[in-house]
């Protein structure tokens, strides 16, 4: 019995852990999405879009901070919320496919997808 006991605490313990990594993946992901869009401004030739990468990264951190944060008023949730964060890194993939290349774009938003997928699956 005690080994039943000792196996579902250390089950228990590994989920809380693999919890918790989900969650920090989910941090870093955001703070590498807004990074990686203001760094694209030193990279790129030409001002107008220069301009835009800055603009667009402006409007994910003032629309995120507004719905996407957990401690704002406005959060979203559900659908909406879902919705937003689709949004949010699909675009984000975008412009990082302009901005460095084809490759960066897509494993950035496998990278989401993965981790949108096991917050919702989890539940967390």
């Known amino acids: 019995i005690l080994n039943v006991k000792h196996i579902l605490r250390t ?31 030193f990279f790129k030739p030409f001002k107008l879009e220069k301009l835009f990468f800055l603009a ?17 008023p406005k959060t979203l949730t559900g659908n909406k919320r879902l919705i937003l964060e689709l949004g949010v890194f699909s675009l984000s993939s ?24 096991l917050i919702y699956l989890l539940k967390l």
Do not use: D
């Open 11 to 41: 089950f228990h313990e590994a989920k809380s852990n693999m919890n918790q990594i989900i969650i920090a993946m989910r941090f870093l992901l955001e703070v590498v999405t807004v990074l990686a869009l203001i760094a694209t401004t």
């Open 56 to 72: 667009f990264a402006v409007l994910v951190v003032w629309v995120w901070s507004i719905y996407g944060a957990p401690n704002s």
């Open 94 to 117: 975008l412009f990082l496919m302009r901005g460095y290349s084809f490759k960066v774009g897509g494993v950035y938003l496998l990278l989401c997808l993965i981790n949108l997928s």
